[in-house]
């Protein structure tokens, strides 16, 4: 069983001006072949099990700017200089943070992988796509690239591509945007990676190629028996792939739960306004506007949009706690 365990991690940018928190003390878990879960009635992160009921697959959802893609970036140590990050990451009993860099790049891309957010970026453009998938073969295998090339052609056929073989001396500037996609998706699980991250794979996607990535990634984590962590913004997303569900505001975990649950019966307000926000619910916006991260509000950080904001929401913040088996930080819970 591979598991991956946040706990009480920070991330602080040292700004010009001061300090920025993105990261607010988050704590979160979830196993590649069972999953963990809070458990009743104790704060989050002070006690986990396991073997609980939330599922292999975690994803994490927030708007734009809630510190969701910070996180991914912090746990595998991608976030740049000015980053300063506490607590801890614990993957196969080892602790992510405290590796030294040659240490984490053994498992980065091997047995923790992710697929980034702009395959366009991402993609090295004067390299082919063959190239670009063997060279993990050649990284953290040793491998001839002549000698991967026919397991990079099996991937890539399996991602959905035709003449499979014939792609691989293709350059990403000859493929659409799902296609390159799809390749990113094949080179992050060439090595059948245990977590898979995916950081906003749907972002900028039109509705077909939403569709069509959500279709590759729900083929990999059925096909490779690889565990999903998956950020977005697009809870149709986190519905479709994901047994389980966080909410992220403002920089710090509002309500966890699983993903049945979380659609039927949303609990913290700002989750009830996230649901209502969906097609199906008439595309109803959520009241008010994001804070920043420089300056979050008092107390509970969603207070000055929270339609149910009682006078000791706007001084103190509330704690993430159990109710019902599911986590959540709001007062209308105690
Ligand atoms: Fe609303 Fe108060 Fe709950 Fe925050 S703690 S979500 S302000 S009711």
Redesign the pocket.
Known sequence: MSCLEIKDLTVRFRMPGGALTAVDQVSLSFCGSHPSAVEHDVPVGATRDPSGPYGRSLALVGETGCGKSVLALAVLRLLPQNAEVSGQVLFGGQDLLALSERELSRLRGDRIAIVPQNPSLSLNPVLSIGRQITEVYAIHRGERRGDSSGKAAYLLQKLGFDDAGRRLSMYPSQFSEGMNQRVLIAASVALEPQILLADEPTKGLDQDLKKEVIRELKLVTGSWDTALFLITHDLEAARTLCQSIAVMYSGEIIEQADTGSFFREPL???TQALRQSLPENGFQPIAGISPTLSEPPSG?R??PR?S???EI?KNRR?ELLNHSGRAV????YR
Do not use: D, N
């Open positions: 913290h307000p700002y509970c969603f207070h929270c149910r904001v009682m929401c509330p930080r709001c007062y209308l």
